[in-house]
């Protein structure tokens, strides 16, 4: 799988930003984003203040208020630190392979480690501007993974037409609402099942071409 | 469409208990439950106190103590009332138009009046005991829709062994993920589409027998 070790798709369990250019300003950033995820994770939305990351991150107090302003855009800053990485959809040789690898980083994400995904999720409902992040954030992940559709176009494994979105989010939306909505318990194969259906949907054509006319 | 008028799938936007029983404890719960509903939806979780609550059903603050405890028993309540319903899911002759109907539902819940679902949704990451309320709301709700799988199966319009929940989630998850997560905007050719996609992959047999191998 031709992902970096430690990365994960949506989004980023653990952002390791593709370079950390030197300089007292860049260490800041680093230490300041840190606390928040550290802080995000251990205590909830509900501790994440300035001061608290402040203080965790051993930055004075004023430096955070001057460059972030406030949680929103601590958390927003957080999700852009998070997608400047060099994340690449996996590249197994097939459609279901990748979609089926593509799924395990979601389900891995969400399901091990610290909770940082969906502590970010969480606090997009009470931030707009954590929200907006969020939304650029995934627009970034799933415009990357479209590889994953033209390469499978390439290959004939589905018509040309094919819609990238819908496909990627057909295989992808049923792992998020089971775990995230429905509240599922982890369930690995679930993850893989979801994506062998999209990808057998879509080499049946089902994602091509311009919507049928409404039923109904 | 046979679903009684202001109802909606997932949850009730405007919750009509199938029958209110007279008394003044049935009286009480009315009142409470209707002003946690106006609370979340006009000032959201975090000014979601019971003593806010009981002041703005005019209840006694003890009453309420008593009987659910805390924020998190009556946000409960709600979604338990919001079951108490006699909603079917639609029934317009065809898969692709019982899903698209279905879909339209969700859509209104999600889009259009008081944000009452999405709140419900918000307050779910913040309290265990409304995640676990919002679990059996949709298991409800999820349990109530393998109608219009069985409907599709009779009428030979799917495989027999259809996967009743693979199906209804693949019809549903992009259209919640589409507007929750990702935060596109309101979009009802979007989710019409999503389920027409759905059903003419059930045509085909992409939800029926148990998964394929896995790939990769």
């Known amino acids: 799988?031709?992902?970096?070790?430690?990365?994960?798709?949506?989004?980023?369990?653990?952002?390791?930003?593709?370079?950390?250019?030197?300089?007292?300003?860049?260490?800041?950033?680093?230490?300041?984003?840190?606390?928040?995820?550290?802080?995000?994770?251990e205590h909830g939305y509900d501790e994440l203040t300035v001061d608290a990351v402040?203080?965790?991150?051993?930055?004075?107090?004023?430096?955070?208020?001057?460059?972030?302003?406030?949680?929103g855009g601590l958390l927003a800053d957080v999700l852009d630190a998070a997608a400047?990485?060099?994340?690449?959809?996996?590249?197994?040789?097939?459609?279901?392979?990748?979609l089926t690898a593509m799924n395990r980083e979601v389900h891995t994400a969400l399901t091990t480690g610290p909770p940082l995904t969906t502590a970010l999720i969480a606090a997009s409902f009470r931030s707009a501007e954590a929200a907006d992040a969020l939304g650029r954030f995934w627009e970034d992940r799933y415009g990357r993974c479209e590889a994953v559709v033209s390469r499978a176009t390439r290959r004939g494994e589905i018509p040309?037409?094919?819609?990238?979105?819908?496909?990627?989010?057909?295989?992808?939306?049923?792992?998020?609402?089971?775990?995230?909505?429905?509240?599922?318990?982890?369930?690995?194969?679930?993850?893989?099942?979801?994506?062998?259906?999209?990808?057998?949907?879509?080499?049946?054509?089902t994602y091509a071409g311009p919507p049928t006319s409404s039923p109904g």
Chains 1, 2 share one sequence.
């Open 160 to 205: 040309e037409h094919t819609d990238a979105r819908r496909l990627l989010i057909a295989a992808t939306a049923p792992l998020f609402h089971q775990l995230l909505l429905l509240r599922t318990a982890p369930d690995l194969p679930l993850a893989e099942q979801t994506a062998r259906d999209a990808a057998s949907a879509a080499a049946v054509g």
């Open 1 to 41: 799988m031709a992902t970096p070790p430690r990365s994960t798709a949506f989004p980023a369990e653990q952002p390791q930003p593709a370079r950390r250019p030197g300089g007292r300003s860049a260490r800041i950033r680093a230490q300041v984003l840190d606390a928040v995820r550290a802080q995000l994770v």
């Open 84 to 98: 400047d990485d060099d994340w690449q959809p996996p590249d197994t040789g097939s459609l279901a392979g990748d």
């Open 54 to 71: 402040a203080a965790r991150a051993g930055v004075h107090r004023t430096t955070v208020y001057r460059r972030w302003r406030e949680v």
